[in-house]
């Protein structure tokens, strides 16, 4: 059960408690060629569907729209009766460009074996699979679920639907048989595209058992189509098709046909807070030109010269607009790599980044902070003076692991910029840009030029400079979600029901003093502590300033005195030992940073936090531990033991006051 959000009982908006003065200026070579200066955000102003219609001119259509946007709320058609194919214009029309040789992918296989594929590479592969497809009867329209390992063969299989018009629904890789059967179910997908496992840790990582599992009970699957990776015995279907039998023999040629600018591109299932996860559908025009321009824009990509690494899995909406369809789009070499940031050893991604010179590197602040636990010698070992630009996706990012982020691995000349989006909004909407922000160190800024986003009070109404509330987007953009598969009804109440008029993403979020916009999480984490709106975010990111602290979850537990109280979970630093009087020490610095009412009840020191398969934090399941009830369903964990390893540190809760 979703558990009530204090936030929507009192008329009070959320607290700002978290004060942060540093700000890093863009270095001044940066800002001197960047793609982007401060004068997009002065013509979005102007004219708002005018400045993306210069964005969607930055592909190649084959027949221009007659109408920017048709906008019968909350149903958007954006670049009405235009014509492209995304696969063209990822692929093809680099190759026409004379750029066949440059490298799209380096990809890198956990075990330490690698593959470069250039465009036209890229262009022979994903023609082959698309004429593979059509002969396996899957046509416009068609769903083909997805459940890959990180091989070259993923951006095909996405590219190949894409280019016939079939609605790709990828499903990660650690997921369930049960969550892949009712995605599949959902979607009615004909086909599946899988192979016989990838490598994580070290070891040959099964994925054909669980595809089997699932698809004994889809009667909508007419085939299952298999790539060979591992190498691993798999059982065979009367389904099954290897992909190197049926793919390798078609014709490397293929002739894209234009689609419909509003014809869907995919579906990708979120599983929100409770139920059946959504079906988040994407469409082609509008999806392509916002994850091409922000690309373009946020990261300051130079395809010339720039070696992109994105190191979110294509399994979520990261990989598929930051792997797949914005770098393609943009014509730029990115890096792909399989496996975990610790195998072999710990140092695995500053060695990929060294060995391939790569320039930008997006990343997750779980990550982050993981990095930061195992200390700051391991990336001081290698040579990232490639880097020039850095991002961070997926979750707030606190202060303190911002910074670290930037001297760390940045060497403390990269720009960080703070990525604010959602499965649903498609692309990036809120963010600083590297040529033109000085950025604060936790903070995502400002709406991009052509988001209208604002933060409000629980009458809808806009919060103040150094107020916090809700953030909401005023404005349709033109990779907004069109609805769930097949639930406009869900879509209306889960987006357009909260605020008359405008989408509510489910985030809180504050406006410091200068205007600037601060993300505190989910709305539903937000704690009531005597009266008070208070964020988890601030008093985690207060917890992670403290120099021991690597990591802090942070949620409130029923309290009969202060309604809630403040019950943090936290990893210690490499080096930090576990003494007796840490805990004190840290309620104490939580109370000087933010004030005494942030002060934590209780702090419990835990090895591990539980997190879902994309590394974010479960709240969820900690109130449960907090209020000493059974811990609830564990489904989504990417890992289940933790829960375990963490009940078990409960006796020792230390407990003051
Ligand atoms: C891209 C992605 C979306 C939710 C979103 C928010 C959180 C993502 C964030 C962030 C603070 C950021 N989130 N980026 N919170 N700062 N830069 O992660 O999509 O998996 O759908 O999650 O993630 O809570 O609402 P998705």
Redesign the pocket.
């Known amino acids: 059960m979703a558990p009530e959000t204090p936030g929507r009982e009192t008329q009070e908006t959320l607290s700002n408690l978290l004060r942060e003065d540093r700000r890093f200026e863009p270095p001044a070579d940066l800002a001197a060629a960047a793609n982007v200066t401060a004068e997009a955000y002065e013509e979005a102003a102007q004219d708002r569907l005018a400045f993306w219609e210069r964005a969607a001119e930055r592909l190649t259509w084959e027949q221009r729209w007659e109408t920017a946007l048709d906008w019968k709320p909350p149903f958007a058609k954006w670049f009405v009766d235009g014509k492209l194919n995304v696969a063209y214009n990822c692929v093809d029309r680099h190759v026409e460009a004379g750029h066949g040789d440059k490298v799209a992918y380096f990809w890198e296989g956990e075990p330490g074996d690698s593959r470069t594929i250039t465009y036209a590479d890229l262009q022979k592969e994903v023609s082959k699979a698309a004429n593979a497809l059509t002969e396996l009867g899957v046509g416009k329209g068609d769903r083909v679920a997805i459940y890959m390992p990180m091989i070259p063969e993923l951006p095909v299989s996405l590219l190949a639907c894409a280019r016939i018009g079939a609605i790709h629904s990828v499903v990660f890789g650690g997921f369930s048989a049960t969550a892949l059967k009712s995605r599949i179910d959902d979607a009615d997908a004909k086909l599946v595209i899988t192979a016989d496992g990838g490598f994580r840790r070290g070891a040959p990582s099964a994925l054909k058992p669980t595809v089997d599992e699932a698809v004994a009970d889809c009667p909508s699957i007419e085939h299952v189509l298999v790539v060979r990776r591992t190498g691993q015995e798999v059982a065979q279907t009367d389904k099954d098709v290897w992909w190197h039998d049926i793919v390798e023999r078609q014709s490397a040629e293929h002739t894209p046909v234009a689609h419909d600018a509003e014809d869907p591109l995919f579906i990708l299932y979120?599983s929100g807070t409770t139920g059946k996860p959504k079906g988040i559908l994407h469409t082609t025009g509008g999806y392509l030109t916002q994850s091409a321009w922000t690309h373009h824009a946020v990261f300051d990509l130079k395809p010339e010269s720039d070696i992109y690494w994105c190191t979110a899995d294509i399994g979520?909406?990261?990989g598929h607009s930051y792997i797949v369809y914005g770098p393609l789009a943009n014509g730029a070499t990115s890096v792909i790599y399989e496996g975990t940031p610790d195998t072999p050893h710990r140092g695995r991604f500053w060695e990929i980044i060294q060995k391939y010179r790569v320039t930008i590197l997006y990343t997750?602040?779980t990550a982050i902070r993981t990095f930061m636990k195992w200390g700051d010698d391991i990336p001081a070992k290698f040579d990232m003076s490639s880097l020039r630009v850095l991002g961070?996706?997926?979750?707030?990012?606190n202060p303190e692991a911002y910074v670290w982020y930037r001297e760390h691995i940045g060497g403390d000349r990269t720009p960080v910029v703070?990525?604010?989006?959602?499965?649903?909004?498609g692309a990036i909407m809120?963010?600083p840009l590297p040529g033109v922000t000085a950025a604060k160190p936790g903070a995502?800024m400002k709406p991009l030029p052509g988001i209208v986003a604002d933060v409000v009070d629980d009458q809808a109404q806009s919060v103040p400079n150094g107020g916090g509330g809700f953030l909401v987007v005023r404005e349709p953009w033109p990779s907004m979600l069109r609805t769930i598969w097949g639930d406009d009804q869900r879509y209306i109440d889960t987006y357009w029901s909260r605020f008359e008029g405008f989408y509510f993403?489910?985030?809180g979020a504050k406006k410091d003093e200068d205007g600037d916009l601060w993300?505190?999480?989910?709305v539903d984490d937000v704690m009531l502590v005597s009266g008070h709106n208070i964020s988890t975010?601030e008093v985690e990111s207060a917890l992670v300033s403290h120099p021991k602290v690597a990591e802090a979850a942070v949620v409130g537990a029923t309290d009969p005195v202060t309604t809630q109280a403040i019950v943090s979970f936290v990893i210690l630093r490499g080096a930090a030992e576990e003494g007796e009087d840490i805990a004190k020490e840290l309620r104490d610095h939580v109370s000087k940073t933010l004030g005494p009412i942030a002060k934590p009840r209780q702090i419990l020191i835990v090895p591990e936090l539980p997190k879902t398969r994309?590394g974010?934090i479960m709240r969820r399941l900690l109130r449960d531990v907090a209020e000493n009830r059974s811990i609830g369903d564990v489904t989504t964990l990417a890992d289940s033991s933790v829960m375990k390893l963490i009940s078990e540190k409960l006796p020792s809760a230390a407990s003051e006051d």
């Open positions: 979120t979520w909406v990261t997750a602040p961070s996706v997926g979750e707030p990012i703070d990525t604010w989006w959602q499965t649903e909004t809120i963010s995502a993403p489910g985030d993300l505190l999480g989910r975010t994309s974010k």
